[in-house]
Nanobody
Framework: EVQLVESGGGVVQAGGSLRLSCAAS????????IGWFRQAPGKEREAVSC????????NYVDSVKGRFTISSDNAKNMVYLQMNNLKADDTAVYYC?????????????????????WGQGTLVSVST
């Protein structure tokens, strides 16, 4: 069964850190681009970052560049999002997503409804 399961969300003060985890199962992890999207209340779902596990190449949206780091542990079929210096605007439900038909360059601009495999999300709430 194809599945992505996110974990690691929670409540954190502005300036703090969290690490999100995405566990993939039921598919060939290395054949996919794996990404993180987020959706804040009242806003559209937007890309955050993505990674190609086979070569480790990554992409980030400007708003998180320098603060967030995406990584993978291919032996464990895991992808992580280390989030540092969190801001109130980072508050959102964060979703892990996997797709074979995109690259790390195209995933961020691809409408989320076209992407292949989604987790159920984990809530990150940044307090001020």
């Amino acid at each position: 069964e194809v599945q992505l399961v996110e974990s690691g969300g929670g409540v954190v003060q502005a300036g703090g850190s969290l690490r999100l985890s995405c566990a993939a199962s039921g598919f060939a992890f290395e054949d996919y681009v794996i990404g993180w999207f987020r959706q804040a209340p009242g806003k559209e779902r937007e890309a955050v970052s993505c990674i190609k596990p086979t070569d480790g190449s990554t992409n980030y949206v400007d708003s998180v560049k320098g603060r967030f780091t995406i990584s993978s542990d291919n032996a464990k079929n895991m992808v992580y999002l280390q989030m540092n210096n969190l801001k109130a605007d980072d508050t959102a439900v964060y979703y892990c997503v996997a797709d074979r038909g995109v690259t790390i360059l195209t995933m961020p601009s691809t409408p989320y409804r076209y992407l292949e495999i989604w987790g159920q999300g984990t809530l990150v709430s940044v307090s001020t």
